[in-house]
């Protein structure tokens, strides 16, 4: 079976969504998990390394436990003033994923987001607000009530490998 899993990575956390390409519509057999790696301080470089370490075994045990065949990352724009040390700990990632014969992938969120609301709809581009809309619609669309807001956001990247992987999306 062909399973699929989407990263969504900020400062806050790591929210991991995965579910089987051709799911059937059931969102029983869609999974979502967040994780807290814990606050660094600045230039606190074994902070930092402590935590990479932490959040390296959280996704090594969903990896293992999910075993998808395909791990999407939210695309950073270096230029939209993303956060580099969160950069490099998914640049680390992809690497130790690629390392366990995964294939990884990079899923751009302003167009994982457009599948998710339909041309027509514009998209907040402040604060939390485009993640509140599509936790709205995946809510109204069947999606489990008690998300976070991260785990939406891996949600709507998930949507999005559907597409491109022939399964089912999440939001038709």
């Known amino acids: 079976m062909s399973m699929l899993m989407a990263m969504d ?4 956390g790591f929210a991991l969504a995965w579910a089987p390409t051709f799911w059937g519509g059931s969102w029983g057999q869609v999974q979502t998990i967040r994780f807290d790696g814990g606050p660094v301080k600045r230039k606190d470089e074994a902070g930092a390394l402590a935590r990479l370490r932490r959040v390296f075994r959280f996704v090594d045990g969903v990896v293992c436990g999910a075993n998808p065949n395909v791990i999407g990352f939210e695309s950073y724009g270096f ?14 990632l992809k690497l130790r ?12 969120q302003s167009s994982a ?4 609301t339909g041309p027509t709809v514009k998209i907040p581009r402040k604060g939390d607000d485009a993640k509140k809309l599509m936790h709205s619609i995946l809510i109204q669309n069947g999606g489990p009530a008690n998300i976070t ?5 891996a949600l709507v990247i998930l949507n999005a490998m ?3 992987h022939g399964g089912r999306p999440l939001v038709p």
């Not at 993303?82 to 680390?92: F, N």
């Open 9 to 12: 990575q900020s400062v806050r």
């Open 97 to 108: 994923l690629l390392d366990y014969g995964k294939d990884v992938e990079t899923v751009q």
């Open 149 to 153: 807001l991260d785990e939406s956001d």
């Open 162 to 164: 559907m597409h491109a």
């Open 113 to 116: 987001r457009k599948l998710v």
């Open 79 to 92: 230029g939209s003033g993303a956060d580099y040390s969160v950069v490099e700990l998914v640049g680390a």
